[in-house]
């Protein structure tokens, strides 16, 4: 197993999936064209509590957005980061100074120095993987020959 690899494990993520119930998302866009909107809004409208955390903005989602994860006023299961890799050792600092239970990393947000702030701190680490498409495949919201499956495709293996 890669180090990377170890931050994907499936029966962890699934296992944050069940377990968390509000994400605050560092990096949450109020621009409906951005991945993080989309994410955010899918999140919403599958029961989540979505927490934007966004210094630029005053609301996001009909939420209020926070300048900074410090400054969120409820517990939050989750740390959902859309933020450049080199931005992840204090967001994973902040993450542990809240009380976080998981930090949950994007496509392309790697950066091992963060994991291991967050790991240290006790908290679970997911990298390099979207959320919305893990909660799409773990919880049923995509079809069931792409569950567990490591792809998204209706191709089958080997046919390609």
Same mark, same amino acid.
């Given at each position: ?41 899918? !999140? ?11 210094? %630029?903005?005053? =609301?996001?989602? /009909?939420? @209020? ?37 998981? !930090? ?11 994991? %291991?702030?967050? =790991?240290?701190? /006790?908290? @679970? ?36």
């Amino acid at each position: 197993m890669t180090d990377l690899e170890r931050y994907q494990d499936p029966l962890t993520i699934q296992r944050v999936l069940h377990a968390t119930k509000t994400i605050a998302i560092v990096g949450l866009s109020n621009n409906e064209l951005r991945a993080s909107y989309f994410v955010g809004y899918y !999140l919403k409208r599958h029961g989540y509590r979505v927490i934007p955390v966004n210094p %630029r903005a005053t =609301e996001i989602l /009909g939420e @209020t957005s926070y300048p900074s994860l410090q400054d969120v006023p409820v517990p939050v299961d989750l740390v959902n980061v859309f933020r450049a890799p080199d931005a992840l050792p204090g967001i994973a600092r902040d993450a542990v100074e809240i009380n976080a239970d998981a !930090l949950w990393c994007q496509f392309g947000v790697i950066n091992e120095e963060g994991a %291991r702030i967050a =790991e240290d701190g /006790g908290q @679970t680490v997911i990298m390099d993987r979207c959320l919305k498409v893990e909660h799409a495949r773990y919880v049923g919201r995509m079809h069931w020959l792409g569950f567990n499956t490591q792809r998204i495709t209706s191709v089958r293996a080997g046919l390609q």
